[in-house]
């Protein structure tokens, strides 16, 4: 389903968003650790964080694990999307780990 109509990009303007897609998903792997580490030396049980928000992320990047490798067979996709999978899924972990319910 094309929600974009008969527009068709050039293979430049894909070619640039694929290395934005790149460049930006890369550069938030790294955006993770500051988050990891607050969450980390929380005393309090980590209640700033909301578990919700966090699981709802696990499970967007779950998905998007299984769309790369089963939809649009792109190891890279995959890749970009297991580090924010596991990068989430470590930030959710630790507090919850934090709150006791682990």
Known sequence: MNFLGDLQPSATLMSIVSWLYLATNSARAF???????AV??????????SL????????????G?????????D???????????????TVALIAARR???L
Do not use: E, H, K
């Not at 694990?65 to 067979?73: E, H, I, N, S, T």
């Not at 190891?75 to 899924?89: D, K, M, P, T």
């Open 75 to 89: 190891g890279l996709f995959v890749a970009i999307s297991a580090i924010n999978l596991v990068c989430c899924a």
């Open 40 to 49: 980390w030396r929380c005393t309090d049980g980590a209640r700033a964080i």
């Open 31 to 37: 955006t993770y650790l500051p988050q990891i580490a």
């Open 52 to 63: 919700v928000t966090w699981s709802s992320w696990v499970l967007a990047n779950l998905t």
């Open 99 to 101: 709150r006791g319910l």
């Open 65 to 73: 694990v299984m769309y790369g490798a089963w939809v649009v067979r």
